[in-house]
């Protein structure tokens, strides 16, 4: 993958995020005490309202956006700053800038929990017996083939993104799929 190809403008940066940062499969509505927010997301709040506020997906690019325009930056500069951050997961999980893990905060959340080497066979398959737990034969074993095999299919980066946005959101129904 190219420098290019991990490099992300302001608006491609806020699609990805809103496709990554989809509502959680327990979460249809943000919880009362989340705002879901710009002054909650940078608050101690974040983590808490996580999973009500579908990852902070599409919000956290913004409002790192606002906040740096805050801080007196030009649009350029925000734009320069944020294109240098990096959507490759392997990047990501060792990442400090906070500019950078702010403004790819869902994306950077699904390349921690799929672990420190990227989804392993045990998480995909503890995703994916969850996924069919409620299936009866042989739909379970078909269904549970296919999304196999779509997950196979794609590169380590898909996966990790994939399995790993999926597992953080079950762990709002307390589903945790060991490394």
Known sequence: MSRG???WGLCGLALWMLVVGGMPPAVAEPAASCACDCPEFFSSKREACRS???NYGPLSSSCV????????R???EIE????DCSTDCAVL???TRAICLDATYALAIACKASGPQGATDRQVDCYLDYLVREMEEPMKSQFRRQNADQLAAMDQQGRD???GSMLDGLKAEGLSCRP
């Open 5 to 7: 190809q991990r490099r």
């Open 52 to 54: 009500s506020c579908a």
């Open 65 to 72: 956006i606002q906040r740096e325009r805050s801080r007196g």
């Open 74 to 76: 030009s649009d350029a």
């Open 80 to 83: 320069a700053a944020i294109k």
């Open 93 to 95: 999980r060792r990442e």
């Open 161 to 163: 993104l994939f399995v």
